[in-house]
């Protein structure tokens, strides 16, 4: 017996994984642009010159890499390369903004349609001119051009951008250990490998620095702000000098994270007091010894009497004696010190968030002009949902930096979307009103509120050494969002979000606009539907013990008051929130009065604050006509829904998106909504033991007990220390 | 002023590197073959049909991955894609090799041209056909018909394989944390997320899955000897279930390290006793709830007893006792115990060598029918070279597994290139002298020799999280090189060397038999390289502490005699080595007749064999004439000028290997030569202090002194428990 059996064509189970999209290519993919299309590039491209044009036009390590660029780029999307010359500007022939003596004008870039003179125009072919102060504004202005053309489709002739970086120090932070451990990473590994360098350099870290790169960032802390000091062992400082040494032609400069006391652990001396004379001589020998091997070096990040963190205050000095004496070593070599304003005692019985501004604002003036105070988004850390650091409104003498985090510790880590650019365009677009109306936190960032010609903005990294550099694959967008808004913090979260979506999500083959839209909806909103399966109307800080992925608002057994969820809620019989106004802990006082009247009334405090400024009734009646309670309930069903939503969503672009990504998202979404009614009904339930209050129509009843939830132990998480 | 400058196209500085060699794909990269070469399959192929048959001709999930490979494959070698279709076999047709009732027979395949006869013969193509008595060895003549093709560029028509394995289970063994760490792991984390399973399941485990099929290996254990109770309890099985759920249609069959104290662990024991009823049923239970969830589990690796892990002996039970009892557990259900002999005693003065012979042999003829006991190919640890474990001559009513280690922990790590299959050869080709002359160590491995139906092989995996699987990119090589041989034991060094050079590096653009052919010969004499210049003529154990990467020869500090390096060389003012024969510890006695004759005299005993046996003077003269001390100083400089050959035969390459691959391996064999000059410098300056004899001629006299040697620390490395 024979038979014939025709065999379906098994290529989603097994299509060799080296065709597959990885997701390794970021947001330079560079797909070809459907060459039947109306991408008026693809008929244009290869009659072009691309002048790239600089003050020497000789050429450099960056322009080579520029130049590259340009050509692999052109050629994967139209076929075929144009022409591309090194050209000498006259500086003064530029626009102004490219031409004032800082940081910021020489990393801008001007990209238009140029006409030859007529005696050096040897052929008739039009050009297009990129031209800069300095080499890295023209890297920076390539990439914004290939952006522009995948982007827009329209013709090189059309193209027409002058663009100044926002801010001067566009920073990623990585909090990686010099074992390879990753402090709250959840995308694998570091991605330095300490033990293969110098002598091994791993291809990727070129492809982090162009990734650097074609988002404008021009600096990286390579370590963990909790530093092991050998980081500073002149064993160490051959291999930083290595990865500085790549990173150089993409305009990255390194940065470390210095450890307060490493004078004691890797020095021979016996103490750290910064005002000791051979502490300071300490430091500034080590600082030559780091210029004389990375003689552009950007300086040192420090958290210093912070969790347990060595600092000043062990010598009974100040924050600003200790930044101030690192900061003169690194001042003869332009190095800057990154201070962080994160502290909050452990003796200290002060509402937490008050602590930061009680500590630094008496110091403000007494900074050395190299120093840069570092100062997370919000006055807590990194929550969902925060108003912004009140230290930003009040001290004005000096300049004072952001610290986000891009990597989701509090927002899903690895498995959740969350899309981040909306919660820092509200953190960045937040009224101080130090000078009014207007008087925004950007503004007092980039320098510019205050006069301050050194303006710097960190991001805490989420990248890692999974394939796909962010574990999530929507989680590149946080790095990219992040990126963009340091280079403008003006642009909104919608255009982010169709930017990356596009290019990382378009493909000649299959592209499909509506595609892009979708992806582009899904992450917008997403954010919000954390913060409101979690942590809606200003909740904070209940998730659970150490990996802080997952709900513990029941907590109460950590050493420290306030580790503990239930320091935060305060939930009891009579209601729910922390009152920081004038009857509790004041923190309000540390806002602009125009802040206090709007925020200390829960009548008129928006929402999504009040339970971060006010203890509640259960039965408070919000605007909306429903009673706390209900409101807190309806909030987690919606964050439910709002995910189950996520979930349908994405699942209407099977074979849309490719289907490496489309599963691996898929897989990410199902397991996001598993975890937000998890959420939804821990809270819920717990919540409720103080209420007293059955669950208002709509929302789903949870099918355990509290207990159950209670009882549930996470799967221990990557990035917990 | 303007000035028009051509600027060098950088390629090499910035390809983007998603269109890089990464190394991800192995050797299934499936290179177009150059279509207008002589490779007669470019015509033959869209001709031919194939024909895959099993015994019932229904399709199912293996065949749909093989004839998906074979779609996928040669679209990729030809352009186009045969015909391929299913058709059913009567099994009486197939050669005996492939119709006994066992697994070896079920796994083989036969691959022959084929006429159809005429009245099913709708065309008149010619039909290539594969057929086997399971849909498992389909897979496998799939993958042997794809190698082939690429090795010989023969027509289709010549090609006729029948091909069965030499044992039964053919495993890879991870020593993978539950954290995600890899004990002597040297290219990243583990491949296993468990935080991520059951939900998400990453891409990459099919191209794990797919590699092992392509190799013929059809067993892994998830987790390491050193194993974490909690991968027994229900939380962890489901993720492995959804891991076995994935890998059965590669004929890939999962089994986990147990720990032998589990019931007291995650159960609610308070022994684990293995004559104890409760502790006999709480293990029955789990293999009924491990079954339900996986119905083709492979069965418990255990490391009882052995360097701090839990075991029979904590209850005065024999190791017989304990695999006896979860032998029993499995048996039901079909699984196998695979307990491990590497055991040796912190309170036994014993010769550490001697004693796993002196535990095991005794009970041999004790073990239930379902346990195979494996064993490491030498007596100690996987040195860089050891005679064979005397247990393979001497227990002969046990089925004996051999325990290779595939990762490198004692040659080099990550950074050394180490080619192994000299290594294995030299061990499985050992004569036992059991039944006399041809009872080698293979024919015990692969039960022939005394007759046990049960057989296995391990390697520990050298795989993980990196981009290329192994860190080195000739790491491969061992991976390739161990299922090869787990296969077909008979396979030379050179063969397996040129499969997969051939395959791996061959480039239709660039293809060069000479390049094949310099890398064939650079894998061949590396491991013999990294002998040399660590531990030549029968030295062992002589590597730095806990990491075991580089030289410590000096160490005496360990708080266990049999740590360290200086109780395995016994160097002394009179000589060096350790003398085994009957004069010393009498580990000879362990062996043969026949080879303790040859091996208890240095005149006679090979020279790489002789200071594992033998204690001599300084002066002792080799039948080459050299000085035992002449003779070791000129080992350790030919290792170094034998490695810094291999540079230079590496750099020959430059053009001829991709610019990814080429780099990564000369900044590795770069690194290679420093350490091989430390290893000489080192070991001679220190066996000096007792020889104190001058160096002779052609051995380049150390830059530094002892004390600087000993005062380096490498930088730690990875996979360091």
Known sequence: MRCFLPILFAAVLM???????????????YPRLAPDSTSPGADECPRFTIILATPTGQETPTLALAQAELETALRHLYGQPPLVRLEAV????????????????????LIAPFTTSPQNNTSSSPVLRIAAASDTGILYGVFALLRQLQLSDQPFSNIAITSVPSIAHRLLNHWDNLDGFVER????????????????LDPRYRDYARAMASLGLNGTVLNNVNADARILTTEYLLKVAALADLFRAYGLRVYLSARFSAP????????????ATEVAAWWRAKAAEIYALIPDFGGFLVKANS????????????????????????????????????????????????????????????FAPNVVLQIKNGPLDFMPREPFSPLFGAMRQTPLAAE????????????????????????????????????TVAKVIDGTLNGHPLSLISGVANTGSDRNWTGHPLAQANWYAYGRLAWDHTLTSGKIAHEWAQLTFRNARSFDPE??????????????????????????????????????????????????????????????????????SNALSQYAPELQTLWGNPDTCPPEFLLWFHHLPWDYR?????????????????????????????EKLAGKVDTERFTDVRQRLARQVTDAITWRDSCLLYFQTFSKRPFPAGVEPPPHSLSYYQSLRPESTPGNP
Chains 1, 2 share one sequence.
């Open 515 to 584: 595609t892009v839209e979708t992806i582009e909806k899904l992450l917008l909103g997403s954010r919000e539907t954390v913060v409101n399966y979690s942590m809606p109307l200003g909740l904070h800080h209940i998730m659970a013990t150490a990996h802080h992925y997952g709900p513990g608002p029941w907590v109460d057994n950590l050493h420290r008051d306030d580790w503990n969820p239930t320091y935060y809620h305060r939930a009891d019989e009579q209601g729910l929130g922390f009152d920081r106004t004038a009857t509790g």
């Open 264 to 275: 004691i652990e890797i020095g021979e001396l016996h103490t750290g007091d910064p005002l």
């Open 15 to 29: 299509s060799p994984s080296h065709y597959a999209e990885d997701g390794y290519a970021l947001w330079l993919r």
């Open 90 to 109: 006259d500086t003064d022939s530029l626009p102004y903004a490219l031409r004032a003596n800082d940081t910021k004008a020489r990393e801008g870039f």
């Open 622 to 650: 919000l605007s909306t006509g429903h009673t706390l309670w209900d409101k807190l309930c309806l909030s987690y069903q919606q964050g439910v829904e709002e995910a189950q939503a996520m979930l349908s969503t994405w």
């Open 307 to 366: 969790e347990g963190q060595p600092g000043p205050h062990d010598y009974g000095r100040s924050h600003a004696e200790g930044a101030n004496m690192l900061a003169e070593a690194l001042a003869p070599h332009g190095g800057i010190v990154i201070w962080r304003a994160f502290v909050y005692s452990p003796d200290n019985k002060t509402d937490r968030v008050k602590q930061a501004y009680n500590e630094f604002l008496p110091l403000d003036g007494n």
């Open 185 to 200: 990473g959840y995308a694998g590994n570091s991605l330095w490998r300490w033990e293969e360098l110098p002598d091994e």
């Open 404 to 439: 986000l985090q891009i990597t989701q510790e509090y927002l899903g880590q690895q498995h959740q979307v969350a899309f981040l650019a909306p919660m820092w365009k509200e953190f960045l677009t937040s009224e101080t009103y130090t000078q009014g109306p207007g008087s």
